[in-house]
Structures are given as C-alpha cells and as structure tokens.
C-alpha cells in the first residue's frame, strides 16, 4: 500500500462504515523519535505497531488508535538502562479546512469546543498521520521513568547502587529535611 508509506489516509478510502489500517514503522520514519535517539535519551527496541478505526462524518474525520512500542531507558534514580513498553489509546478529530481560508468562512454551530476535544485540521483530500503517530509515543514517555516502583537509586553520598549492595553511608534524613518539617510545625 503505497499510501501507508507516507502514512497518508486518502478520505475516499474512508467508506461508510469505517476504515480499519494496521501498520508497523520503523523509528526512522519518526523526525522527533529518531532525534530522540540521535541524542542518547532511548532507545526503541520494537518498531512503532499503530492499529486505527477511521471514521467520517461530514468534514469531520475521527481516528481512534493504538500505538505500542518498546523503549530502552535510563532510570531516573539508578541510571541503569531499563526496557518497557510503551502504549498509546487516542482520539483525535480531524476538521477538513475549505480551501478559501478559515477566515472567511462562518464559525459553525458545532456542539464541540477545541478544549474538549484535539481537533487537528487538515486540508486538502488527505491526513497525514505521521506528526500524530510522533506526538502520541513522546507523550507517553514516562518524565520520571523508574526501572521498577521500589527502585532504592544510588547513594546520595557513595554512588552505590542500593540495589545491588546496601552501603556503610548513614541513611538518614539530610539536616535540610528536618528544618523544612520544623517550620511546617511552627506554621500550625
Ligand atoms: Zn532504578
Ligand atoms: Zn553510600
């Protein structure tokens, strides 16, 4: 399918009762993602697996989708590189622009606002998912990733991974800790 290379959807190909598409891309296809890689901050272990429900309805183009993949990370308290799945669940609307500009033409009597729902225009007989595709996986991109939920980290005074080996440091709270609990008390 020559169009999925470009990860277009053609709206003709949308028919009444919907469009299914499932594909598989390589990172490489991604600018975002594969800069992402470029830089050192992961690596994709699994190439991105998208499955899509396309629906139409007037100049409305609606797309419900999956995207899963597999991320290698450093962890953020123990600095070992970790691997987990990355997935995605959207939806997205997409509005068909006329060709003679928003500007001129009348706001409609939609019952939806831009707040409630992602509303991406488009112009032309065609949408491209690949911006989106991008956009879904760096969200999903954990800001503190944890190689599990008890990750103990490193010492703060050693470096030891307290994972593999507990250390000699003393493991109590920095004096800087106790005088912000005091004040919280002397606040009551
Ligand atoms: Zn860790
Ligand atoms: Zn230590």
Redesign the pocket.
Known sequence: MEDLKKMEIRLEQIKEDGLTLEFEKSVDAFPILAEMVANGECEFSAPLRTALRVFRIDDLVEIDGEIETLVHLP??????Q?ETPLKSSFALTYMQQTADGVEDTEPQEVELSAEDVDIVYFQGEKINLKDAIQEQVVMEFPLRP???SD?K?LCPKCGTDL?QNPCDCEQRPSPGEFAVLKNLKLEK
């Open positions: 962890c953020s308290r123990c600095l070992q970790f944890f190689c599990k990750c980290g994972n």
